[in-house]
């Protein structure tokens, strides 16, 4: 059975993408997350945007795109923010998320960095799955 991951595409007024540094890795992505079970869609976007980026707009600014392929074992279901100026700077975003530090155990946030992209940079910022996905959306 396929999972299904919900993110949102939160897109400022000069048309980038906020993206999350996926720590350990030297890839960025959108805040998303797996479909807990009772959960819609839309509040698993909400939910993870928040815990990736402290981010918590009102249910009635996101915009549903629908559910994508993504891989063999996953599937997208998207959504998309607009925020225009709100979020001149992103030094206030934090991620709240944590995971076991694979050495140290340690908790490790999911995100550690933040930045807005545009759409041409995307291929070498992001996965090449998720490059690819995102760059045959309108945003």
Known sequence: MQQVSCGT????????????????TASWD???GILDAGETPLQ????ELFEEAGLDFDAGR???LGEF???????LHLFKVQAGDE???LAHLRCTSFFPHQRTGKPTPEADGFRWAAREELSTLCWPRMAA???EMEW
């Open 44 to 47: 698993a976007a909400r939910r």
């Open 30 to 32: 959108i805040p998303k």
């Open 9 to 24: 595409l939160v897109v400022n007024s000069a048309r980038q993408l906020l993206l999350c540094h996926v720590t350990g």
């Open 133 to 135: 996905r995102l760059l």
């Open 62 to 64: 996101f915009e549903d």
């Open 69 to 75: 392929s993504y891989r063999p074992d996953k599937r």
């Open 87 to 89: 979020l001149p700077s």
